[in-house]
């Protein structure tokens, strides 16, 4: 499997409305496991335990690039990808080690959390975790970005000419509408009155673009050349990126540092004219306190040896002092802050 089908490769997810649920030693609040896959015969391997929040669109592709990465390159190491249903469940299980499944009792060693997620659940929903102090970053994940798509030659060219248009902003609940929705309230954009929303997943959005049933789509994920080309392909289309940069400055004014604006290319995709600013978070890899210096800097290099496979082609950051950095609110794990003195 080469770089891009990796990166296009969707996660299997359990059917609609059929989560099992399990419940945490620390508190009777249920858990909610989205992916059962990622169980089935893994209890008994030794393997690194990845989990992340779910991802509605049913991609993720930070975390199987990094579970792909540890197996391959960390001696002695494998990463297993587990998908819950929020962040604030995948940092509980990361706090509790461990956690038992209809399928067995699996252990739980690494977790990835979007930075604004944990931003929100430090600052607004702390009541919701424990103390995080025995937690630490180990990495901050190249940038999920904000695509806000309309067709090649349309006559919008900017977010604020969305007013009154049919516009699709992701499956209800989704990362993709909950920023979308963000960004369009710092542009004072009425939501009810102004948009007519769709809640489509990204193939359905692409569909509906192609058939002029919507005039444009919000989606939120890495850069990836081989999904969006792919699916333009089949449908015959050529889209445009639009660029938002003003509205970020409000939206990290309401919401905090953990928005930043980042710059997708014009190489990054074929039919890209110009480079497009446009809205970033960052994933935030992070482990217990107890993770071995060792183990943790050996995760840290890998990732930062191959970094092509963490991001989309054709990303930069517009203004690397106000990128994810400034929003991180762990203290860096000894083998991370080890791999970091030696590389600078």
Not at 174 to 185: A, D, G, H, N, Q
Request: charged share 20%; no cysteine.
């Amino acid at each position: 499997m080469n770089r891009r089908e990796f990166l296009a490769m969707p996660l299997v997810l359990a059917g609609t409305g059929f989560l099992p649920r399990l419940t945490d030693a620390g508190t009777a609040e249920p858990i909610r496991l989205a992916h059962l896959g990622a169980h089935e015969g893994r209890f008994t391997t030794g393997a690194l335990t990845l989990v992340s929040g779910y991802s509605e669109e049913g991609h993720h592709f930070a975390g199987q690039a990094v579970a792909e990465l540890i197996s391959r390159h960390v001696s002695g190491a494998k990463a297993l990808l587990t998908v819950v249903a929020t962040p604030a469940d995948a940092l509980r299980l990361l706090q509790a080690g461990r956690t038992d499944t209809p399928y067995g009792q699996f252990t739980v060693d690494l977790a990835l959390v979007d930075g604004d997620e944990l931003s929100a659940l430090r600052g607004v929903d702390a009541s919701r975790l424990q103390d995080l102090g025995e937690l630490r970053l180990l990495a901050v994940l190249p940038a999920q970005v904000l695509h806000i798509v309309t067709l090649h030659g349309s006559p919008i060219a900017s977010v604020g000419e969305l007013k009154g248009k049919t516009v699709s902003l992701g499956p209800a609940g989704s990362r993709s509408e909950k920023i979308m929705l963000r960004l369009l309230e710092a542009f004072d954009l009425p939501i009810g009155s102004s948009i007519q929303r769709e809640a489509l997943p990204l193939a359905a959005s692409m569909k509906a673009l192609a058939e002029r049933k919507i005039d444009g789509f919000a989606w939120h994920g890495p850069t990836s050349p081989a999904l969006f080309e792919h699916l333009a392909g089949l449908l015959g289309i050529r889209m445009t990126l639009l660029s938002h940069e003003e509205g970020i400055v409000k939206v990290r004014a309401k919401y905090g540092p953990a928005y930043y604006t980042a710059r997708i290319k014009k190489t990054a995709y074929s039919w890209l004219e110009k480079d497009v600013r446009a809205l970033g978070t960052a994933n935030l890899l992070i482990s217990r306190a107890d993770l071995s210096a060792q183990r943790a800097y050996d995760i840290v290099k890998t990732l930062s040896a191959h970094p092509h496979a963490l991001e989309g082609e054709g990303l930069g950051s517009s203004d690397p002092g106000a990128g994810p950095e400034a929003a991180i609110l762990l203290p860096l794990h000894p083998g991370a802050l080890r791999f970091r003195e030696e590389t600078k």
